[in-house]
């Protein structure tokens, strides 16, 4: 049996960083290794129907989430699919595209975790957790240059996006593997923190974590990228800080040791990863090049494990034949038995 397609979730809320995180992994990967999803595509409305029906794509009613776990079946079974596609710019949908899946699918969006279903079939599953007023600049800067949206406009949608937010969103971060925070170093608001933002990621022991220990020393409480044990929701974690100031030759050396776990990839120049959009330029990140180099880690390891890899049972697919006696279901799989003997 062929080895099956390696799947990361990130979620997170409406311009909480997924793209900039995705766009990196990609980089790091190499773009023909990689299949990308974005959930967003799965809106049952588009942006003139949401405002008619007065429902925010926030809410499951207003996606197929029964299609996006079945096409999550097949991504995982290693399968193609006919995915939707949103066009965000014109907020309308455009020709489908069908996505033939590759080594590593990053399936990206705001409800990857809703249902046990989709979650039973990712092998990584990271959540993006800014805090909710630097996710309102990053939101109320993007859309009112790349989305054409009226500032208005923006504070308008996102108030009428808080309750869906705290109902649907939110409560995902409870799936999670490991969670990202950026944030603005402590007495620095979004406005002024220049990109200079700090990074922690809690690393839940849902999953195999990568042993960094030995890159810190315990007594150094200065240091710009530290490693320590806390606990998340009353569970213990261990806790990677990476400072926004973090001088260039630590980040460096910590990019180093982690590219050292990675052989088998080329490695990629420090200024080709890590990188995001500010109004007038692209910028680079080291905490967010480090958050990515964690995480493409993960995926090569699972990756690694090869044909020993398990599959999720077909549940998306079976579940909706629940109306199909199981005596006819057997006699199907008989009939076709016998038909593949006879050729």
């Given at each position: 049996?062929a ?15 997924k ?11 190499g ?17 003139r ?18 299609i996006?776990e ?14 939707p ?13 069908y996505?033939?899946?590759?080594q ?12 046990p ?33 009226t ?12 309750s869906?937010?705290?109902?649907f969103?939110?409560?995902q ?34 999953i195999?974590?990568?042993?960094l ?13 530290r490693?320590?044990?806390g ?6 974690v ?61 995926l ?19 579940s ?6 199981t ?17």
């Amino acid at each position: 049996m062929a080895q099956r397609p390696i799947l990361l979730a990130i979620v997170g809320d409406s311009a909480a960083g997924k793209s900039t995180l995705t766009a990196g992994l990609v980089k790091l990967l190499g773009r023909e290794r990689v299949t990308h999803v974005c959930t967003d595509d799965y809106h049952k409305y588009d942006r003139r129907e949401r405002a008619q029906f007065n429902i925010t794509p926030l809410n499951p009613e207003c996606n197929y989430m029964d299609i996006l776990e079945l096409h999550l079946e097949r991504l995982h079974y290693g399968q193609p699919i006919l995915k939707p596609v949103y066009d965000h710019t014109t907020g309308t949908f455009v020709r489908p595209q069908y996505i033939q899946p590759t080594q590593f699918v990053i399936v990206e969006g705001l409800l990857g975790f809703h249902t046990p279903v989709m979650r039973q079939f990712y092998d990584v599953k990271l959540y993006l957790d800014p805090p909710e007023d630097l996710r309102r600049f990053w939101k109320t800067r993007r859309d009112t240059t790349k989305r054409g949206y009226t500032l208005e406009q923006v504070e308008s949608e996102l108030a009428r996006r808080e309750s869906d937010s705290r109902t649907f969103i939110w409560p995902q971060r409870e799936f999670a593997d490991i969670i990202v925070r950026f944030q603005p170093p402590r007495g620095t608001t979004p406005e002024t923190a220049n990109g200079h933002l700090d990074a922690r990621l809690v690393l839940r022991p849902t999953i195999p974590h990568p042993d960094l220990s030995y890159l810190f020393d315990d007594s150094d409480k200065a240091a710009s990228v530290r490693l320590s044990l806390g606990r998340d929701c009353g569970r213990p974690v261990d806790i990677l800080e990476v400072d926004g100031s973090v001088p260039a030759d630590e980040a460096a050396k910590l990019e180093g040791k982690i590219w050292q776990h990675m052989s088998e990839l080329q490695p990629v120049k420090a200024d080709e990863f890590g990188l995001y959009q500010d109004p007038a330029e692209i910028r680079h990140s080291d905490p967010l090049a480090l958050t990515q180099l964690f995480v493409t880690y993960h995926l090569l390891r699972k990756y690694s494990e090869g044909r020993k890899m398990l599959f999720a049972p077909p549940v998306a697919a079976l579940s909706r034949m629940r109306s199909v006696p199981t005596s006819v279901l057997g006699q199907e799989s008989e009939e076709a038995e016998v038909g593949r003997s006879a050729k």
